[in-house]
């Protein structure tokens, strides 16, 4: 029995296309890269490329175009938000000709330093990432080196980058301008880390409500729980427990709150009737929760819109632009977890 040699077809190269299209390798290379040629000629190298099974050589092209129609999603952990983004992020750039690579850090320094080296090494043609201020001094190098750089959720001020934020403490002051109007003078506010400008930005959206509406700031009701669910849960607990509990809660973001909501359902607190409870973040479990929870939605759509178009023209052939803010305005869900406070 002899063994059989199994032979590897040679790949189809941009010459065989050219030769089979009837035109020169010239054209197929402007066809390639996008540039403008003829409707005949265009339409003719696109049947042999399938015809051919040609591939290109993207490593190749990148070293002679500095490009690898790779971006890079930098993120602290694949939760709903996040999730969202790169799913939109990645159907949006897919019809750019890119696509997404995304690296989860867990909010660690060491391994946020590896997803750089990662992106780095890969020569991805930029990175899309939610600043985080202990990760400020990491990053300056890349970007002084070359690397771009979009953030979102999170600024990281003087930092050369684009930005693409929504308009955080806009949509939480209508958020609890919407509680105020209902009558509610005690209305607490469970916020995230205040070293992140998101935290501050929907913190200060719920100061700026309460002095619209005259209404003076109880410290006892403001409350730090980190972005964590256990802590929205343990906070919650601790504000119910006060002499003076609160008629609302503010809830800064989805995990918070799904803790809060948690407590109050263990101890048999009942939504609105005992407490309105409103949240940043609409995520699925608050349409189908009874009651439903009233939400800020973030435009995850719009962000990814915007992210792209600065993508695509920060990497288009006249890409030395200024540094961009977008910032995007996010609507506001109203469901049956407020009540008008009975006096």
């Known amino acids: 029995m002899t063994d059989q040699v199994i032979t590897r077809a040679r790949p189809a190269t941009i010459i065989d296309v050219a030769r089979a299209a009837g035109v020169a390798v010239g054209t197929v290379s402007r066809y390639l890269n996008g540039q403008p040629i003829r409707g005949g000629n265009r339409d003719r190298i696109a049947q042999v ?12 092209a990148s070293m002679k175009t500095n490009t690898t129609h790779i971006v890079g999603l930098l ?20 019809q750019t000709g890119r696509a997404v690579l995304c690296y989860c850090h867990d909010t660690e320094p060491t391994s946020f330093m590896e997803g750089l080296e ?23 190098p890349y970007i002084a080196e070359g690397m771009l750089v979009v953030l979102y959720d999170n600024d990281l001020p003087e930092l050369s980058a684009d930005r693409v934020f929504v308009e955080n403490r806009r949509a939480s002051k209508r958020l609890v301008d919407h509680v105020l109007d209902l009558g509610h003078e005690r209305v607490a506010i469970i916020h995230g880390n205040l070293r992140d400008s998101v935290a501050r930005d929907r913190l200060e959206g719920y100061r700026d409500a309460l002095k619209a509406h005259g209404v003076p700031e109880h410290p006892e009701l403001v409350v730090d729980a980190g972005w964590n669910e256990y802590r929205g ?40 009737e005992d407490i309105s409870l409103v949240s940043f973040d609409d995520v699925p479990a608050f ?57």
């Open 75 to 94: 993120v602290p952990a694949v939760g709903e938000f996040h999730a969202a983004l790169l799913d939109r992020l990645t159907r949006r750039m897919r």
């Open 287 to 343: 349409s189908v929760h009874s009651p439903g929870i009233t939400a800020v939605g973030q435009p995850v759509d719009k962000m990814a819109e915007a992210i792209v178009s600065i993508l695509t023209e920060r990497l288009g052939p006249n890409g030395a632009l200024g540094k961009r803010t977008m910032r995007i305005d996010a609507e506001i869900t109203l469901r049956g977890s407020t009540r008008r406070l009975r006096r």
């Open 49 to 60: 490329i399938d015809e051919l099974g040609y591939r290109r050589n993207s490593a190749a």
């Open 118 to 140: 990662f992106f780095a090494g890969h020569r991805v043609d930029a990175v899309v990432m939610d600043g985080n201020e202990d990760l400020r001094q990491r990053l300056a």
């Open 233 to 272: 849960y343990t906070c919650m607990g601790d504000l119910m427990a006060l002499p003076n509990p609160p008629t609302a809660v503010f809830g800064a973001n989805y995990n918070m709150s799904i803790g809060a909501l948690r407590w109050l359902r263990e101890h048999d607190v009942s939504i609105p």
